[in-house]
């Protein structure tokens, strides 16, 4: 049965877990190496790893694009401007095609029913790079980070300010598998989905929405924010003017334990969800958590591979 990788929910938090695990130790292992060459068993060798991209990128795309050369495979990255997908050829017939022709398709896009189509019609596992729904991915290198840190899931208070976009759907999905609970400020009208604050809050996990952000960041272990305005958004200036107060500052920090981590997946607009002092400061472990996507993808695609 072919694995694909288009929620967190698709491997569950065993598997979570495990990959987990197999990052920080393949990660330990490569230490001392120029970023280009091979881990020593390289275990897809010879595979080849077909890139979409149909939104921007730069994590996703060198993560992935290192993460395979270093598992000893290869990839192909494409854009829909460059492909026959951005000239009118379905999604199932991509996928066909492109499972005849690599080992697994990654793709950045807009619409996840685009990706649900587009797995439903592969026979390659098919990885979820973004939708505008979820970003499991991103979460996978999250999660990675808080351990590498010290911070153990279960039980863990994560607080989110800003927007509740598709990283946010991500994170409460991966409380409901990993136990830990996610108190949410936002301004109305910007909240996440509900479907998966309802699955998450099924399993145990505590998912709360504040519309004061000092409820939200009080006493939290993690501090989590994403940009404002994700791509292609349109009322930016209503939509900055209500995301104002949510802004992560040192007076917000402060509320937060204190030894809170500061996460944020990147880009970062500073002065809008993030002050300097803050993701800039001694509490942020961004930069961590962005080199971790490296490590987050091999493990995903070894996962989808059967090979965790």
């Known amino acids: 049965m072919t694995r694909h990788f288009l929620n967190l929910a698709d491997a569950g938090g065993d598997a979570i877990a495990a990959m987990i695990a197999d990052a920080i130790d393949r990660k330990a292992v490569r230490e001392s190496f120029p970023k280009g060459k091979q881990d020593p068993d390289a275990p897809l060798e010879d595979h080849i790893l077909a890139m979409i991209f149909e939104k921007s990128s730069t994590r996703t795309r060198v993560s992935f694009d290192v993460g395979i050369r270093q598992l000893g495979g290869s990839s192909i990255v494409m854009d829909s401007g460059s492909m026959q997908l951005g000239r009118g050829?379905?999604?199932?017939?991509?996928?066909?095609?492109?499972?005849?022709?690599?080992?697994?398709?990654?793709?950045?896009?807009?619409?996840?029913?685009?990706?649900?189509?587009?797995?439903?019609?592969?026979?390659?596992?098919?990885?979820?790079?973004?939708?505008?729904?979820?970003?499991?991915?991103?979460?996978?290198?999250?999660?990675?980070?808080?351990?590498?840190?010290?911070?153990?899931?279960?039980?863990?208070?994560?607080?989110?300010l800003g927007d509740g976009n598709n990283v946010l759907n991500s994170i409460v999905e991966a409380a409901g598998l990993m136990k830990f609970n996610v108190r949410i400020g936002c301004p109305q009208g910007y909240d996440p989905d509900q479907?998966?604050?309802?699955?998450?809050?099924?399993?145990?996990?505590?998912?709360?929405?504040?519309?004061?952000?000092?409820?939200?960041?009080?006493?939290?272990?993690?501090?989590?924010?994403?940009?404002?305005?994700?791509?292609?958004?349109?009322?930016?200036?209503?939509?900055?003017?209500?995301?104002?107060?949510?802004?992560?500052?040192?007076?917000?920090?402060?509320?937060?334990?204190?030894?809170?981590?500061?996460?944020?997946?990147?880009?970062?607009?500073?002065?809008?969800?993030?002050?300097?002092?803050?993701?800039?400061?001694?509490?942020?472990?961004?930069?961590?958590?962005?080199?971790?996507r490296i490590h987050a993808q091999k493990s995903i695609m070894r996962w989808c591979f059967g090979q965790i």
């Open 89 to 160: 050829e379905t999604v199932a017939d991509t996928a066909k095609v492109l499972s005849r022709m690599c080992d697994a398709i990654m793709i950045r896009t807009d619409d996840h029913d685009k990706i649900i189509e587009l797995a439903e019609n592969a026979t390659v596992p098919v990885i979820n790079g973004l939708t505008d729904l979820s970003h499991p991915c991103q979460i996978i290198a999250d999660l990675l980070t808080l351990v590498e840190h010290g911070k153990a899931l279960p039980g863990l208070e994560i607080a989110w």
């Open 195 to 292: 479907t998966f604050i309802d699955a998450a809050q099924a399993v145990g996990a505590n998912i709360s929405v504040h519309r004061d952000e000092n409820e939200a960041v009080a006493g939290a272990d993690v501090v989590v924010t994403d940009t404002w305005v994700s791509m292609g958004q349109e009322h930016v200036h209503n939509k900055l003017a209500a995301m104002m107060p949510y802004q992560v500052n040192d007076a917000m920090m402060e509320q937060a334990k204190d030894d809170a981590l500061f996460l944020h997946c990147l880009p970062a607009h500073r002065g809008e969800e993030v002050m300097p002092s803050v993701i800039d400061g001694p509490q942020s472990v961004v930069w961590d958590e962005a080199e971790n």
